[in-house]
């Protein structure tokens, strides 16, 4: 079984605070996704990574950054929280599969209040 | 601009019923489209995919249709139960080469006893 995982379930943080979100998968996949994901606004790609050291960014990547020194960790970076980065925050990972990625594997979620 | 609707927010169904799950998309050529499953407080949890070239693909009580004229995917789940409720997401990659995935918004699901 895939297994993805994340730093924390919940996160409480202050205005201004440099906040780190870490993921983990098990399964040496190749690409990395980091997700908000708010009602009514549904799943927004932040940043992914196909490979070490390489990413993009997604529809929404303003105030975050992300790290891919090794091949089954992806961090998120928010370099100075602001409360409009309140949300939950999901990574997932999959495999690259005769040239394109299939199916996304997701952690359980990183719920972050930002005061 | 590359759009992806799922036509109902929620849907509420009596237990035993089909419930079919729509969703539409506006400029894209996906060359697959997925389903995924979401629990309160959980992350989505992969379903099904089919292929541009697949018209129907199913999976015990799953049944999904991919119709490309129509840019249409259909999501059932036949003999629903009440372990059924939860918001299901289609989502579509954003066309050849891409390692994007773009998610519709989901549809809440409610199996009534």
């Known amino acids: 079984d895939v297994k993805v995982t994340q730093s924390s379930r919940y996160l409480v943080k202050r205005t201004g605070e440099k906040v780190f979100l870490e993921c983990v998968q098990d399964?040496?996949?190749?690409?990395m996704f980091w997700y908000r994901q708010d009602p009514g606004l549904g799943l927004r790609l932040i940043y992914f990574s196909y490979d070490v050291k390489m990413k993009e960014k997604g529809d929404i990547p303003e105030g975050y950054s992300v790290s891919r020194e090794k091949k089954e960790r992806f961090s998120l970076i928010l370099e100075s929280a602001s409360t409009n980065q309140t949300s939950m925050y999901l990574c997932?990972?999959?495999?690259?599969?005769?040239?394109?990625?299939?199916?996304?594997?997701f952690g359980p979620g990183t719920r972050l209040t930002v005061t | 601009s590359q759009k992806i609707e799922q036509n109902s927010e929620a849907l509420n169904i009596q237990e035993g019923k089909t419930a079919t799950l729509t969703c539409n998309y506006t400029n894209y050529s996906p060359a697959y489209l997925q389903w995924y499953r979401q629990d309160p407080g959980r992350g989505p949890v992969f379903l099904l995919l089919?292929?541009?070239?697949?018209k129907e693909k199913r999976k015990e009580r799953l049944k999904v249709t991919f119709d490309t004229t129509l840019k249409q995917s259909l999501f059932h789940i036949t003999a629903s139960q009440p372990a059924d409720s939860a918001t299901y997401l289609c989502a579509l990659d954003s066309g050849a080469g891409s390692y994007q995935l773009t998610f519709g918004k989901g549809t809440k699901l409610s199996v009534i006893p």
């Open positions: 997932a990972s999959s495999s690259l599969g005769q040239g394109r990625f299939y199916e996304q594997y």
């Open positions: 089919i292929r541009e070239n697949e």
């Open positions: 399964m040496d996949h190749e690409n």
